[in-house]
């Protein structure tokens, strides 16, 4: 079988100290797949939880990396939509079972098959055991099945455009679900790489936006990006007078937490979706809050290809960017770190030319 030589940098067991450079192979594209040659990628939070084994079903070889800018070098021979040369993008998925009913609905995100979606790396979202893996975007190349290759609009600018892929559909996808728009009051927790893009979008898609956050100084940030109200967490009085205010809070924080902080900010009928937690809460619900105002408390999980698409043409028309700072990927720890002490402002993105260069 044909494979492509490729190089990353990823974490080679579960005793993390780093990632390193390593050397793996790909197998040459199917009659329905495409060979990518890695232009950028986003540095997730996830990235971290994964290298780290904090999920506890972590595959290694580990390379991270779910957020690829890339272009077209070599097409399948049934590939219509696409051709060398284009500038396309790989999200978070590269396959699904495609016939339960999430996928035959174009929801693979929630895709019920006995493995669930495919993960760009990592393997199976539901390890089977099999020792299945995948290699993510932080390497040279990366080979997709055509149907889960996005398209970048040319209004994007293709070095910051890679958070959208993750970041960007992670919170377009629960906005859209509970039908956010003109006349909404929505909350944002946290200021991060996935809420910075939540209140842009949200904005753009006519709330009226508020940003819950610890940090003082990301009170500017916030008006910045579309925010009408800033509420720091920190401040009791302050959230006890913003109480039964919100239609919607979208919770973005990527660690444990008490979600009770956050529940009596909102109205009769209200609701509040945790998308950046994977893991248990810090404390028990409080379910008296919920019933006595008829609140919901739910998750979402990044979102589907057809989503990721619409959130792409999206931010296209409405300017829509993450902020990104451009890193070599030979300072990919070093962005770790940063990003672990909540440094980064406000997602790092790798150029991945930086790879052919020595280590």
């Known amino acids: 079988m044909e494979t492509i030589q490729a190089k990353g940098y990823g974490a080679s067991n579960s005793i993390f100290n780093g990632l390193s450079e390593m050397k793996f192979e790909r197998h040459a594209p199917k ?4 060979h990518i040659e890695v232009l950028y990628c986003g540095v997730c939070h996830s990235d971290l939880h994964q290298v780290k084994n904090d999920w506890k079903n972590t595959i290694y070889p580990c390379v991270p990396g779910h957020e690829v800018i890339g272009r077209v070098v070599r097409a ?3 590939v219509t939509t696409f051709q060398v040369g284009d500038v396309v993008g790989v999200g978070c998925m590269i396959d699904s079972c495609g016939t339960c009913a999430p996928c035959q609905e174009k929801e ?3 895709c019920e098959g006995p493995v669930s979606w ?3 790396y990592n393997g199976y979202m539901k390890p089977d055991g099999s020792g299945y893996n995948t290699y993510g975007g932080y390497s040279t190349d990366i080979v997709v099945k055509e149907s889960f290759v996005l398209r970048i609009p040319e209004a994007l600018d293709i070095k910051a ?3 959208i892929l993750c970041a960007g559909v992670t919170t377009y996808a629960p906005l859209k679900h509970w039908k956010i728009g003109p006349g909404h009051k929505v909350g944002v927790v946290g200021l991060g790489g996935l809420g910075h893009m939540a209140v842009q979008l949200a904005a753009a898609l006519g709330a009226e936006v508020t940003v819950i956050t610890s940090s003082e100084e990301k009170q500017g940030d916030a008006a910045k990006l579309g925010a ?3 509420i720091l967490s920190t401040d009791k009085k302050a959230v006890e007078q913003h109480e039964l205010t919100l239609d919607f809070i979208l919770s973005t924080i990527p660690d444990s937490y008490d979600i009770n902080d956050y529940v009596n900010l909102l109205r009769r009928d209200g609701t509040i979706v945790t998308v950046g937690l994977l893991g248990e809460y810090k404390k028990p619900l409080n379910n008296m809050d919920v019933a ?7 998750g979402s999980i990044i979102g589907s290809i057809q989503e990721t698409q619409e959130v792409l043409d999206f931010c296209a028309q409405h300017h829509i960017l993450p902020e990104v700072e451009m890193i070599p990927i030979q300072d990919i720890n070093k962005a770790f770190d940063k990003m672990q ?3 980064v402002h406000y997602r790092y993105v790798i150029d991945m030319q930086s790879l052919k260069e020595p280590a």
């Open 161 to 163: 455009v890679a958070p």
């Open 31 to 34: 009659e329905d797949e495409v």
């Open 292 to 298: 006595m105002h008829r609140r919901s408390v739910a």
């Open 341 to 343: 002490d909540e440094e």
């Open 108 to 110: 693979e995100n929630y």
């Open 118 to 120: 495919t993960a760009t």
């Open 76 to 78: 399948g021979s049934a």
């Open 228 to 230: 009408r109200h800033v």
